[in-house]
């Protein structure tokens, strides 16, 4: 049987979201220091493995890539747990990182486009 409430010409007030999404802050600090900690670990294995055998540099130049894969499962795992905003963070260090090599790379070119080759 229903209740009849208090108030019936009052319309109830939503209850605000208090659920913690994350800091973007915190995520792009997390996704810099992923990638610069898993560049260096990858590194050290690749620089061992090389030492090793030549015949591991197929595999050193896939395990470079790790870096990288190893933001985009920062990201996905973030989000899952339900920490979007730390998820963004992370993804906006992968796109900063992006932004950086392009910065690199054109300032290659800018030097290069000064100097005559020996001409």
Avoid: H, Y
């Avoid at 009052?10 to 800091?23: A, I, L, R």
């Avoid at 600090?29 to 540099?57: E, K, Y």
């Avoid at 130049?61 to 979007?84: D, M, N």
């Amino acid at each position: 049987m229903n209740m009849p409430s208090e108030n019936p010409g009052q319309v109830p007030t939503p209850v605000p979201d208090t659920s913690d999404k994350g800091s973007l802050l915190i995520g792009f600090l997390i996704g810099w220091g992923a990638m610069i900690g898993a560049t260096v670990v990858v590194g050290m294995i690749m620089a061992v493995m090389m030492r090793i055998s030549s015949a591991f540099g197929l595999i050193a130049s896939i395990a470079g890539f790790l870096p990288l894969a190893s933001l985009i499962a920062l990201i996905v795992w973030f989000a899952q747990k339900g920490k979007t905003r730390t998820a963004l963070g992370v993804a906006a260090a992968f796109g900063s990182l992006i932004v950086l090599c392009l910065l690199l790379v054109a300032a290659c070119f800018g030097l290069m486009s000064g100097t005559n080759f020996g001409r």
